[in-house]
C-alpha cells in the first residue's frame, strides 16, 4: 500500500514559478514509476510528466520546456518544476505511483494562475 501526498500548490501570476511535491509512505518507492497529472474544470484528466524508477522522463507537449519533473527515492519524494505558468496551467494536480500492477493517486493541490 502507496500514500501519496501533494504539496505546494497555489496562486501564481502568469510567467511565476512554483515546485509542487508528492511525498510517498510505503515501501518499493524506487520501483514505482512516478507521473503528475492534473484535471482542468469541466475538463478529462491528463498526463503532465512521468518518471521511471531509472529517471526517463516523458512530458506532455503542452509543458515541455518549461516543467521538469524529478525524484528524490531517498526522500521517497517526486516534484514538479513548473515554470513560464500559463493561465491554461490552472488545474487540480495529482501525483500517480504505478507498479506491482496496481496504481495509486494522492487527493491533488491546486494550481491557479491568474493575475
Known amino acids: 500500500q502507496v500514500q501519496l501526498v501533494e504539496s505546494g500548490g497555489g496562486l501564481v501570476q502568469p510567467g511565476g514559478s512554483l515546485r509542487l511535491s508528492c511525498a510517498a509512505s510505503g515501501s518499493g518507492f524506487s520501483i514505482y514509476v512516478m507521473g503528475w497529472y492534473r484535471q482542468a474544470p469541466g475538463k478529462q484528466r491528463e498526463m503532465v510528466a512521468t518518471i521511471t524508477s531509472v529517471g526517463s522522463t516523458n512530458y506532455a507537449d503542452s509543458v515541455k520546456g518549461r516543467f521538469t519533473i524529478s525524484r528524490d527515492n531517498a526522500k521517497n519524494t517526486v516534484y514538479l518544476q513548473m515554470n513560464s505558468l500559463k493561465p491554461e496551467d490552472t488545474a487540480d494536480y495529482y501525483c500517480?505511483?504505478?507498479?506491482?500492477?496496481?496504481?495509486?493517486w494522492g487527493k491533488g493541490t491546486p494550481v491557479t494562475v491568474s493575475l
Open positions: 500517480r505511483a504505478t507498479g506491482f500492477g496496481r496504481q495509486y
